[in-house]
Structure formats: C-alpha cells, structure tokens
C-alpha cells in the first residue's frame, strides 16, 4: 500500500476508497465535514441511521493510531452524539446510538482506512 500526499495535511492512498471519497472522486451523502474529518451516511445501512466519520487523513485503522492522534480521536468521539441527534437518533437513554470501529481483519474491518460507525434509530436493525 503506498501513500502520498495529497494534501500537506491529508496524505492519502491511492487506492483507498474512503480517500477516494474525501477527495470528492466517489460520491458520498454528508453528514458532516471540517478540516480533518468527514461524516458520511454508509451505503448499506445496517438500522435507520448509519453514518460512518473518518479522519480525512489516510490511517488505516486503529492499530496505527499514536499519541499524536489523541486530539483527532477526540474531536472525532465527541462529534458523534451531536451528529447523531441531528440524524435522527433519538435521546438517550430511551434511543442513543451504537459506535463500532472495526479493526484488521479478525475485528470485521473491511475497508483500510479507519472508519467509526455510528448507528441508531428504532429497532429492529437489518444487522447488528
Ligand atoms: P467495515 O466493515 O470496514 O467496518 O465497514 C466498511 C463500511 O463501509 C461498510 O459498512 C460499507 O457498507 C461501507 N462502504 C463501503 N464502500 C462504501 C462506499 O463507496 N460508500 C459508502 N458511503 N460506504 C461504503
Ligand atoms: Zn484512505
């Protein structure tokens, strides 16, 4: 897997689909985007609201993340009940939402670029 810059601040992969989308090659439906990172809505939703954030930089999951990513990790944790609510998920504690972030192989990651699922809504979900 090579990686190249981008931009100075989002070197990005080539053959990586989620680049692909923050580059804008791929479309995607928004949900959310800034500098460092994008919320999209996932193409096969498993419940009513499923939306995925990633950090617009290339890191291909979780097993890479460093001290230096703390601040991303945490701006990326606490966008996800704002982004939530205005989904659609309902409050808490009645609603709420569910995170998973896949990691390698044996964690179910298909997609190599660290990824979030947020998911909520009424049950029953199609998975999950
Ligand atoms: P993983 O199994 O890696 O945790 O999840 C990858 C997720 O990315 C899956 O839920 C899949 O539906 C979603 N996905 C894969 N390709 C695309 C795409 O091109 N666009 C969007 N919006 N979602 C995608
Ligand atoms: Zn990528």
């Keep these: 897997m090579s990686t190249q ?3 100075p601040n989002h070197p990005h992969d080539p053959n990586c689909i ?3 989308i923050v580059a804008g090659q791929i479309p ?3 949900v959310h985007e800034d500098e460092d990172i994008l919320a999209f809505h996932d193409i ?3 419940a ?8 617009k930089r290339h890191i291909p999951s979780m097993a890479q993340i460093g001290p230096d990513d703390a601040a991303l990790m ?5 966008l996800i009940p ?7 998920c309902n409050p808490y504690p009645d609603g709420g939402f569910r995170t998973v972030c896949n990691t390698g192989t044996e964690g179910g990651q298909e997609v ?8 909520g809504g009424p049950r029953p979900w199609s998975r999950g």
Excluded: D, N
């Excluded at 009513?48 to 950090?55: E, G």
């Design 5 to 7: 810059a981008h931009t």
């Design 18 to 20: 989620f680049c692909k």
């Design 28 to 30: 995607s439906r928004k």
């Design 44 to 46: 096969q939703p498993w």
């Design 48 to 55: 009513p609201v499923h939306f995925l954030v990633i950090p």
């Design 74 to 78: 945490g701006r990326i944790m606490t």
């Design 82 to 88: 704002r982004l939530a609510e205005e989904q659609g």
């Design 112 to 119: 190599h670029h660290l990824h979030v699922h947020v998911m």
